[in-house]
């Protein structure tokens, strides 16, 4: 990857976007940096693949923004990040490019983020649960952090037994990668995401079953783009 010699510190003010496609604000990394759980399925298959294919020329110096943005987010105020904003600031993601816990520093980072905007719902799909130990402070995070809904992302290459650990720790899912699917792994049935199956775009943002359901665990089935 190219470098930038960038001389203004970026900050996640600076670096945030928002994503028509579900309606929300993101905040991204570069998957180099941060895609540290990743499977061979997701080498394989990630949407950022043909992304990256057709404009790397963008891509790249975004992603050192990004990276640098999210390195110095300890130290940046983060109140006040959604003021001013236009669009809906009550359901925000992490990330829709690369990996919110790629290490056990972010957990600092997700927390000073997820406290200080604390009227917004942070939507966190995540391979940490493929690290154990990363995974066990992560889920103490949640404990403490009231607005973080953190999904197990999933995909094909995963087990039977890596399932089953899921659902004896009640986490919810959100799987990819086999259109046929409709029923996981360990016997319950998938919800069909309304954004991919229906191309109602834009739904994550008031999306009620799916991914920011806290009532009961939910097992999100993804389909293809
Ligand atoms: S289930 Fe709902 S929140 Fe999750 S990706 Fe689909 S539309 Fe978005």
Redesign the pocket.
Known sequence: MNVINNLTMETIHDTMRWTKD?GMFTIDRSRETSCLHKTTFCDDTCFNNKLERAFAHAIEPKDVRNDQAWDNLNHTKVKGLFNRKRNQTQRARLMSRGEAFATFDDLRKVQHLANSTPNTEWWIPTRAWRDETLWHDVRALEVMTPNLRILASVDPSNTQSEWERLKAEERSIMFFGDDSMTTAPTGERM?M????HKDMHG??SI?KG???RTSKRVV?H?KEH
């Open positions: 579900i919800f995401c309304p954004k991919t739904h994550c999306c799916g991914c920011f999100v993804l």
